[in-house]
């Protein structure tokens, strides 16, 4: 019994790194319609950024986090900016931007494994400690602050594009893009801001991931595939979707080791990311087209 | 108010509109008919600039506005009530009539102009907080078309407003366009319905292959072209 809710557990706790990254893959996804999978290096970026900062130069934690965050949400902008945009005014098919994509999540792989090396980094900030055990479940502190700030952001991203009126507009691109720049709305400036906060999403994924595990160069691919197969289980084109199919996911691979040899964590997440796309490609929550759109 | 002056676009490659001149003076709603593919809507995008404009000029109030940024074009008092999917399916029917508006004005503006719309369309009122794609057609058209009057347009471009639409909701329609132009809206109108847009318009212009081929009043409806060919005489 206490293995099954140590699975779950578990589960929650990969869900919510996931779900982080899904969460602002969808978000871009579903104001740019393009597969932006540079989203996983702006994930180990932001980890190593982690390990540049405080573990090598010192700086307090806190501060990191901000400085990490910050450049993030920067980093993300400069991706549309400096490549994608160009290329859509240059008539580039989303296609094309996905090629862009896989080249810059290549290219930066391949920058951080000359920068530091392909070796595995500590961040070290927190000792190795031993959990909490509270009915039969352990815990680490750290795995307890990775769920509580996961929630706390998702609560906040929700009423961001619920209540605010950038929130609404990016409801409103995702929902119908040409009638979208019909009302109005800036289209570039939507973008903008999808990048933003959705890399700033993956800034602070990319510290919690540091945090609870070691850093690889080319941990952003593994990543990306998992945050992706969260949103495709949960509807891609829906950020609440994509976060409920991420804990999904998480539950699934930790509850199908309980059964199945743990080296296959990463055969559950295609299984299912496999089934998803033949008989559910809107996912759990997804939205289809109204009925009455004429 | 609004002058097109020998307009050639399309969409790319493709050339849609071969040197179209189109007129719509203040208060007036001038109709656009004609078959399938020849350019109607695409006289209505060229002006919004959401097609591609090759040659030619659209002024409006006498200013230029070739190439003006769509939002731009808004702020000047022309909107635009699109064909096909006309709302944002998963917005509220509040959030449908807020997103035109909170664009261009200051949030007073927009709940003076959320009253006047709701007042217009009691309807909508009471479906505010429901998702769009939940309306039946008739209340769809409603709702597109209370967006496009919370911009507070002094020109409203309409394409085939009335497609789909059961006769009862259509001639409830073109009540409420007439309605409209006693409040000061100009339009200009692409109809399918080449009889309905004759009798409701000022004055109407018939576009084939790209071109302006017959230009009149309501006295266009006795042109044995026009009666042969869309007003279905032959048959």
């Known amino acids: ?294 | 108010m609004l002058v097109i002056e020998d307009l050639y676009s399309g969409y790319g490659e493709l050339k849609v509109l071969k040197g179209v001149n189109i007129s719509v003076g203040k208060n007036e709603i001038v109709a656009l008919i004609g078959p399938n593919g020849a350019g109607k809507s695409t006289v209505i995008k060229s002006i919004f600039n959401i097609s591609d404009v090759s040659s030619g000029k659209v002024t409006f109030r006498d200013q230029d506005i070739t190439g003006l940024r769509t939002h731009e074009i808004i702020k000047l008092g022309i909107s635009y009530l699109n064909q096909g999917k006309i709302n944002f399916s998963n917005l509220t029917v509040k959030e449908n009539l807020m997103i035109g508006a909170d664009q261009i004005f200051e949030p007073e503006l927009v709940e003076e102009g959320l009253e006047r719309v709701y007042n217009k369309f009691p309807d909508l009122r009471s479906k505010e907080n429901e998702l769009a794609y939940t309306l039946s057609g008739g209340q769809q058209q409603m709702l597109a078309l209370g967006r496009s009057l919370m911009q507070r347009p002094v020109l409203l471009l309409m394409d085939e407003p009335s497609l789909g639409l059961s006769p009862k909701l259509q001639k409830e329609l073109f009540e409420t366009i007439a309605g409209l132009r006693e409040e000061g809206i100009s339009m200009l109108i692409v109809e399918q319905n080449a009889k309905k847009a004759i009798e409701l318009a000022d004055r109407t212009y018939l576009l084939e292959d790209g071109k302006v081929v017959l230009e009149g009043g309501k006295e266009i409806l006795e042109n044995e072209a026009i009666k042969n060919v869309y007003l279905g005489g032959r048959y």
């Not at chain 1, 691109?173 to 400036?189: D, P």
């Open chain 1, 1 to 294: 019994m206490s293995l099954l809710a140590q699975s779950i557990i578990n589960g929650l706790i990969t869900g919510s790194i996931y779900a982080l990254v899904a969460a602002g893959y969808s978000l871009i996804y579903s104001t740019n319609n393009f597969m932006h999978f540079a989203h996983g290096i702006s994930v180990v970026a932001a980890g190593y950024m982690v390990y540049w900062l405080f573990t090598l130069a010192g700086t307090p934690f806190y501060v990191t986090c901000i400085i990490t965050v910050i450049l993030s949400a920067l980093f993300g902008l400069a991706m549309y900016r400096l490549i994608y945009l160009p290329l859509q005014r240059k008539g580039a098919s989303n296609v094309i931007l996905l090629i862009a994509s896989i080249g810059i999540l290549t290219f930066f792989q391949n920058v951080i494994q000359i920068a530091f090396g392909s070796g595995v980094k500590l961040i070290g900030y927190i000792e190795v400690a031993k959990g909490i055990t509270f009915a039969g479940i352990t815990m680490t502190l750290l795995q307890i602050v990775i769920l509580v700030i996961s929630f706390i952001i998702f609560i906040m991203l929700y009423q961001f594009m619920q209540r605010t009126k950038l929130g609404r507009n990016m409801r409103a691109v995702s929902n119908n893009k040409e009638l979208a720049s019909i009302v109005g709305i800036n289209h570039i400036r939507v973008s903008d801001f999808s990048f933003l906060i959705g890399s700033g999403l993956a800034g602070v994924a990319g510290i919690l991931v540091a945090l609870e595990q070691n850093l690889s160069p080319l941990m952003g691919t593994n990543l990306m595939i998992k945050g992706f197969t969260g949103a495709v289980i949960g509807g891609i084109n829906y950020v609440p979707g994509s976060i409920v199919g991420s804990f999904l996911l998480g539950l699934a691979e930790n509850l199908g080791i309980l059964v199945l040899p743990s080296g296959y964590k990463d055969a559950i997440a295609f299984s299912m990311l496999f089934l998803f796309l033949l008989f559910k490609p809107n996912g759990i929550l997804g939205k289809k087209e109204g009925r009455f759109d004429k």
